[in-house]
């Protein structure tokens, strides 16, 4: 069943709020990639530089060489395994509505108008 142009309407103001609220959790809900290829691969590469450390550590008896390959590991699976930092939306695009979304008429009673006025008064408690 198709959705009515004032449920569309509605649709993309609340995936717009999301996105400007949440970028993170939109591009996870989008199924966005959110890891990046390059810390998988200088991961992977610490991680394969600590193993040679860590072995060349044992078998020169040299214990740093160990500790120090023991720690590039763990800093390789770190790396390899860190989410990307998103950083604030621009804010010409947070602010400003894409021109295909129409503003809503508030009403002066309703359903509707009570959950955004409750979750309204929940984002400002909760700051």
């Known amino acids: 069943m198709p959705l009515s142009e004032y449920e569309q309407r509605v649709l993309e103001q609340m995936e717009q709020q999301l996105r400007s609220d949440d970028p993170r959790l939109a591009d996870a809900i989008a199924g966005k990639p959110t890891r990046r290829t390059m810390h998988m691969v200088l991961g992977t590469l610490a991680i394969l530089a600590g193993l040679g450390m860590l072995v060349g550590g044992a078998a020169v008896p040299n214990i740093w060489l160990g500790v120090g390959g023991f720690l590039a590991m763990f800093g390789g699976v770190l790396l390899a395994l860190s989410q990307p930092k998103v950083g604030p939306a621009p ?10 979304v129409l503003p809503l008429k508030r009403r002066s009673s309703g359903f509707m108008q009570r959950l955004e006025e409750r979750w309204d008064r929940r984002r400002r408690e909760g700051r």
């Open 91 to 100: 804010a010409s695009r947070a602010t400003a509505a894409p021109s295909n």
